[in-house]
């Protein structure tokens, strides 16, 4: 069984401030552990990906996510938010053995970047 | 490279009535699913094709529900006897690769139920 929690549906920061979206899992096997960000009226769009290589992983945009298993957290930062990053973002989990089908996801944080 | 694409983008029907949904994958993706987001969540596994071959079914695909992958080509999933509840956003996936979760999303399909 594999789950996520994301804390926090909606997260505000001022441009240039730094981005932290949270995502703690729960997993019964080694995970895979990925962000999906979602702009208005596009599709879900892979962020990032963590498959037990460096634990620390850069994405796109500036963004990045470090896996600790002692926290079994996953959270996301960005250290200066552009306006461009206003979107939802979604932690997702998977077995590091199976298929892609079993991809969970969390409920999504909105994120609002203040002029 | 064109993405994902679905059809339509949005529907509105009455209870009772029946709808169809059509993604068409990446082109040489051999994988796909079908995904479904209701507001305020993430989205939630519906089922699985790999070709033309249907692998797997959550539990939340009620038998109102089919979905057919007849050529390994393009997709559709069909709702039956439309309820109010099954208004929801219906997202289609794609995939090359295997067990990385590496997804390429279409845009979705809205449906409302009213």
Redesign the interface.
Known sequence: AQSVTQLG?HVSVSEGALVLLRCNYSSSVPP?L?W?VQYP??????LL?Y?SAATLVKGINGFEAEFKKSETSFHLTKPSAHMSDAAEY?C?V?PS????????????TQLTVLP | DT??SQDPRHKITKRGQNVTFRCDPISEHN?L?WYRQTL??????LT?FQNEAQ??KSRLLSDRFSAERPKGSFSTLEIQRTEQGDSAMY?C?S?SK???????????SRLTVL
Do not use: D, H, I, W
């Open positions: 549906s895979y990925f999906y009226n596009q599709g879900l769009q892979l990906k498959t979604f997702a998977s053995s199976g298929s892609a089908r079993q991809l969970t996801f969390g409920s999504g | 993405g994902v994988r699913y305020g969540q993430g989205p939630e596994f699985y692998l797997e997202l996936a995939s295997p067990n990385t979760g590496e997804l390429f999303f279409g845009e979705g």
